[in-house]
């Protein structure tokens, strides 16, 4: 028999990875977890969505949220292609609950505080430890190599979560990713200091402000008057007169009279990011000894803010299923169907309020005066409160947008369905 060097080992220290981490070290569990790089780092990602708040108080750090002093975010607003802003979306109007407030994070921070739960309920955390490649026996998944500052080595477990983030390691070594057919967009982004904040209760408010081309600017508020904004738009829009970050970036300001002047105090600094690859989902959640969260599973266009709480979510989620199949002692595909099949409900609801944010014939505006019965259903599925029935949204939203079908892959192998 194999000698095993935990129950569990985690790549990756983001929000996934640390969540599940931390959550099956709670239960006892013995977890070994790698992050690459050393904390703290810089990430992007930093507007957060209300039911965050459910994971982060069952890792005990819903109040720390607010001793750290993220920048509160009671709403969000749109601001249309001429500069004119919609009422502020409260979250408070829709619901009664802690969670209605959520919060502007500076990642570093933010992460930080995760992977230090981790450590804290007894998590292995192992910092500047890359995982290079699965290990694999008899067709079951049995550990990573691991490259540290002192050398390379093997760490083998009957289960491995690969929480890597964009860099998906199993995506990538076993040529899983699957990029969504038509969310094919790039952002690229910055940061201001001074730039023009709200007032009162919208001075954390996430703005999502229109451009032409089927594109968008983000306009985050953070602490030390920070304000992170970035675009995301079409590759040929974005890129039709070169591909030079700041002289994009300067263009597109011209082109929302709303961002123009809430960045004309500020003072742009640091460097212009930009990223492609937009929205992807594994062909597989799983394999015999191998479960993907996070990013490393799906990510998604992040216009409504879904991606750390889809991290944060999918983490929790595969704890849960982590434990039940340690305890069962079954670590076989088909123990986590039921989680695949969980998580892609939810992220094809809010993929298809995706779809329909970009088609030009659908506005949130029209869809509740003419279905105001939807109201509800849509708000939920903006605050990630998204595991449920939501067919007569859809059903309402389709009369306006044309939404994609279901993507049939994502669930465990089915080799080890069938079998
Ligand atoms: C442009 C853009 C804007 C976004 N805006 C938002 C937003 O406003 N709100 C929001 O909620 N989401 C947003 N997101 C999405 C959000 O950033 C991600 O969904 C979230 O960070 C996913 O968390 P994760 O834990 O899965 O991955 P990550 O946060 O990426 O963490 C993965 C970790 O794994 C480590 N790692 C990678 N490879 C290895 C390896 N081989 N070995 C060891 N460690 C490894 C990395 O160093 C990293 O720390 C945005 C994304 C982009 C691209």
Known sequence: MDRNDAEAIVIGGGPAGATAAALLAEKGREVVLLEKCKFPRYHIGESLMPFCWHTLERLGLAGRMDEIGFTQKHSVQFVTED????????????????????????????????LDRAREVGAEVREESTATGLLSKGGRFVGVEVSASGGSYELRAPLTIDASGRDSLAQTKLKWRR??????????????????????LDAGATTVAYLPGKGWFWYIPLNDDVVSVGIVAEREYLYREGRDPAEIFEREIGNNAWIAEHLEPGQQFGRYWTTGEYSYRSEYCAADGLLLAGDAYAFLDPVFSSGVFL???????????????????????ASFDGYGRKLCEGIEAMRALVYAFYD??????????????VRG???????????????????????FAELPAKLSYGRATPEALSS
């Not at 802003?85 to 995760?114: A, C, I, N």
């Not at 990029?179 to 009162?200: C, F, H, M, Q, S």
């Open 83 to 114: 500069g004119r802003g919609s009422r502020p979306f409260y979250f408070f109007q829709h619901y009664d609950h802690p969670s209605s407030t959520t919060w502007q994070v500076e990642r570093d921070k933010f992460d930080q505080m995760l």
């Open 377 to 399: 259903d849509l708000t939920d599925c903006l605050i990630g409160d998204l595991f449920r029935d939501f067919d007569p949204l859809f059903s309402a939203v389709s009369k």
């Open 311 to 333: 991290a944060l979510k999918s983490g929790e989620m595969a704890a849960d299923a982590a434990d039940g199949a340690l305890e069962a002692g079954d670590l076989g595909a």
């Open 179 to 200: 990029r969504d057919p038509k969310l094919n967009k790039i952002a690229v982004w910055t940061y201001y200091r001074g730039a023009k904040r709200d007032e009162g």
């Open 360 to 373: 030009k014939s659908f506005s949130f505006s029209q869809l509740v005066k003419e279905f105001p019965d």
